[in-house]
């Protein structure tokens, strides 16, 4: 006899209502976004204790608190956004390397007795030093060669020194990077700008966002729903280094020479006028723990709110307990934003930059400084917007495909089985609800791919429903009873239906594994409508068969 146990009835029955739960923001697609989103940025400001835009709160209000509120995040081939493809330029942080290295160089000499060299120098890819003293040339290639540190090859468990140091002509010694240094180096850079990117576009609240690392040193970014390439290129275009550093003057001629230990830098609002500052800084954006827009209780103008971690707090207390009096310049990429004196220590670890910020330069500030500096700068290889209108096309015809296919299967599943095709036709319903459902549960980006995926699951969905009703049929014409033959056509078919979904299955794993952007979106659609079909086809239309023929308890069956 059928029998189904209550507690996986049970199951069924809220497994169904869980997909249905979580599919149905979708059908108000624009105001559960809307919500969800706003309540992301309303948690964000009550963390730190900052008001709340009244905006937010009506947008948050306009779908219930107590429904999920996550939908399928559209694609930008759906949705429409900013498409930007740019080049790291790594040969900037080779050159930072260089002059760390010219610093290193002098120490190390002095410290090993050689005091007689000259024209000490870095050039964007190599240090070089001249020996005057001829006897000393071995004790300084020597000296200068353990300046080497060992880089670690990953692939072979190898290492080799980072360095190579070569002798030349007239006792001039050259350093440069070794390639495996060079390999190295531009890894680390590539995963810290990749990082910081992803970093600085989440804080912006846009959702979903492709970020991949193309070639050697290309990051393809595309963001859906951006409304341009140009918003994308603001967050971007900086590299967003902040420094703190005291200041011994102001100079009107930015090209002099600022002298030893020290630098220039421009001021923001007149490039004219420079400052004179330490080379050294106080402190560093790295050791930023958050920044947040706010306002100048004093003046009203829009300002950043800063807070050091512990180390920083310290180094920037101590050094403003000793330069009462003085000013000191906050440099953010080589310019210097706001040069304000030190009226007291600052202690608290905490502080605001001001300048000529509006409210929307603010806040851009406070998110680069909160996601990072990059190591390098950005160029700009390929820039376009994709506009909405293609998207809702492409919608439109997905939607299509979609009903299509959908109405034909059920057609052919009433004609072909009768009221056992009308049980797997409500178990298709249920299976895509799961389908829209689980994908708005893991935040998935639905594109084009993605709705081809699911117009092939709806054809394969009936397949384990077929297998089943003609086990049926055959196990009605060998004359058993019609539980019995309900039963054992469920129990026979159920290993072939396995074997068929996981071979598949296993294809789309290998899809997820080895593909990339929309060819993920495909594989992640097709197997999750798998794992749903196989559900609906063994647990929900048995439920259905078992719930009918408790009550109608028929004498013959036609299938």
């Known amino acids: 006899m059928l029998y189904f146990a209550p507690w996986k009835k049970a199951l069924v029955i809220i497994l169904c209502l869980l997909g249905m739960t979580f599919a149905a923001p979708n059908i108000w697609y624009d105001d559960a976004d809307e919500a969800g989103l706003a309540r992301e940025q309303i948690a964000k400001l009550e963390k730190v204790g900052l008001p709340i835009d009244p905006t937010l709160v009506e947008q948050a209000a306009r779908w219930p608190d107590f429904l999920p509120a996550s939908v399928v995040n559209l694609g930008l081939d759906l949705r429409g956004g900013a498409h930007l493809l740019v080049e ?26 050689v005091r007689k060299y000259t024209q000490l120098k870095a ?9 005057t003293n001829a006897a000393d040339l071995p004790e300084a290639v020597r000296i200068l060669r353990g300046l080497a540190q060992p880089v670690v090859n990953a692939n072979f468990g190898t290492s080799a020194p980072d360095l190579t140091v070569v002798e030349g002509d007239d006792q001039r010694i050259s350093l440069t990077l070794s390639e495996d240094a060079k390999v190295s180096l531009t890894d680390r850079t590539m995963a810290q700008s990749l990082e ?17 690392r193309q070639g050697e040193r290309r990051i393809l970014i595309q963001v859906p729903g951006l409304g341009s390439a140009e918003e994308l290129l603001e967050l971007l275009g900086q590299t967003a280094k902040l420094s703190f550093h005291m200041v011994d003057s102001q100079t009107s001629d930015v090209t002099r020479a600022p002298g030893p230990g020290n630098i220039i830098y ?31 209780p004093q003046t009203g103008e829009a300002v950043v709110n800063f807070r050091f971690d512990t180390a920083g707090a310290r180094k920037f207390g101590k050094a403003t307990s000793e330069n009462v009096g003085r000013p000191f310049a906050v440099v953010l990429d080589g310019e210097v934003i706001t040069a304000p004196v030190i009226r007291e220590p600052i202690l608290s670890g905490s502080g605001q930059i001001s300048g000529s910020f509006t409210v929307e330069s603010a806040g851009r500030l406070a998110i680069l400084l909160r996601a990072g500096a990059l190591p390098a700068s950005l160029t700009v290889l390929e820039q376009r917007t994709v506009g909405p209108g293609l998207g809702a096309d492409s919608i439109a015809a997905g939607e299509i495909a979609t009903v299509i296919a959908f109405v034909a299967v059920l057609v052919f599943m009433f004609l072909s089985y009768g009221k056992f095709g009308m049980f797997a036709n409500i178990a298709l ?27 092939l699951t709806i054809g394969m969905a009936v397949d384990a429903n077929v297998l089943i009703f003609e086990r049926i049929r055959e196990e009605l014409r060998r004359a058993k009873g019609v539980a019995r033959a309900i039963e054992t056509g469920y129990e026979r078919a159920f290993s072939a239906i396995i074997d068929a979904n996981v071979t598949t299955f296993i294809a789309a794993l290998i899809l997820f594994a080895m593909g990339s952007g929309p060819v993920k979106g495909f594989a992640v659609t097709l197997g999750v409508g798998i ?29």
């Not at 330490?278 to 790295?286: D, H, Y």
């Not at 079909?533 to 013959?556: C, G, H, N, Q």
């Open 123 to 131: 050039s964007e890819d190599n240090v070089s030093v001249r020996i």
């Open 88 to 113: 790291v330029n790594i040969e900037e942080v080779q050159a930072e390397r260089m002059i760390s290295l010219v610093a290193e160089a002098r120490s190390a000499l002095r410290s090993g007795g």
């Open 531 to 559: 794992l749903t079909s196989v559900f609906t086809a063994v647990m929900v239309t048995r439920l259905i068969v078992a719930t009918w023929y408790d009550r109608a308890r028929p004498k013959e069956l036609e299938v």
């Open 266 to 296: 421009p001021d923001t609002d007149n490039p004219q006028t420079g400052y004179i500052v330490e080379r050294r800084a106080l402190v560093s954006g790295e050791q930023l723990e958050d920044a947040q827009p706010g306002f100048d």
């Open 429 to 455: 319903i249920i299976n895509v609800a799961m389908i829209m459902g689980v994908l708005s549960a893991i935040g998935a980006t639905l594109t084009l791919p993605g709705i081809a995926g699911i117009v």
């Open 196 to 212: 910081i990117v992803r970093r600085r576009i989440d804080e912006a609240g846009t959702r979903e966002p492709t970020i991949q």
